[in-house]
């Protein structure tokens, strides 16, 4: 006799979005490069399904340089004008300059020694926050601390961080579980 996994149904079935759900979201990250990917992801997501930008994550690791956060910071108008054009990203312009300025507001961060893992860390104190959701409609779209961390961003530079984007970078990165309670992934992923 098998039980099947209980999970958060966002997914919906499609094996992709369960994958990412299984495998990633929600895990705490705590590698810079890494957390700057999902930066970009969540960026590119506003006003989309998830799914659509996941279909294209290969598309975008391709046409960023692996999110190479150094590379994309010396980007000019020939790659950005390479990026609009490319079939396997979100050809938004705003989108895109967004990447860039963040890639060189994120550099600034690292070269001034301010890490953007423990930048962002010291903000939930190291751990992550764990919600007790029992239904999707429970989650918010934003909260508090992703104002107070979006507002920042924007002092440092960063573009395209309004605090809906902040906090669906915070539940997939991790620094704030909203796995709902009956998920098996929302024990899982606590530290």
Known sequence: MTSEKIRCPWPSGDAQMLRYHDREW?????????LFEFLILDGAQAGLSWRTILLR???YRAAFDGFDPEKIARYGKKEEGRLLKDPGIIRNRLKISSAIT???????????GEGFSKWLWKWVDGKPIVNHWKTLAEIPASTELAEKISKELKKK??????????YAFLQ???LVNDHLVDCYRWKAVQL
Do not use: D, W
């Not at 929600?26 to 890494?34: E, F, Q, T, Y």
């Open 102 to 112: 963040n890639a060189r507001a994120y550099c600034e961060m690292e070269e001034a």
């Open 172 to 174: 997939s990165a991790g």
């Open 26 to 34: 929600g895990v705490p990250l705590k590698n810079s490069r890494k």
């Open 157 to 166: 530079g960063f573009t395209f961080v309004g605090p809906t984007i902040i």
């Open 57 to 59: 994550r290969e598309g």
